[in-house]
């Protein structure tokens, strides 16, 4: 059984999500958000959150919502 992305047990406990979320309206925070602009992938949104805990969860709730909202 593949253990996910990278093929480590550290990959479980991640979730990334791409969002459509103009990263230029949000203030990047080190291993939690990151602007995708010109990196290529194969993204829904130029947003990158990777969450990987409840706090996390709680901190990217209203991204995830101004995406959805935008739609």
């Keep these: 059984m593949g253990r996910g992305r ?3 047990a550290a ?9 459509k979320v103009d990263p ?11 602007d995708m602009h010109g990196i290529g992938h194969l993204g829904t949104g130029n947003l990158e959150v990777r969450i ?8 990217a709730s209203p991204l995830i919502r101004r995406a959805f909202e935008a739609a």
């Excluded at 990959?11 to 969002?19: I, Q």
């Excluded at 230029?24 to 990151?34: C, G, K």
């Excluded at 990987?52 to 901190?59: L, Q, V």
Aim: aromatic share 6%; net charge negative; no cysteine.
């Design 6 to 8: 990278g093929g480590s």
């Design 24 to 34: 230029d309206t949000v203030e990047l925070e080190e291993r939690f958000s990151r």
């Design 52 to 59: 990987t805990s409840a706090a996390d969860f709680e901190k």
């Design 11 to 19: 990959a479980l406990h991640r979730l990334p999500a791409d969002l």
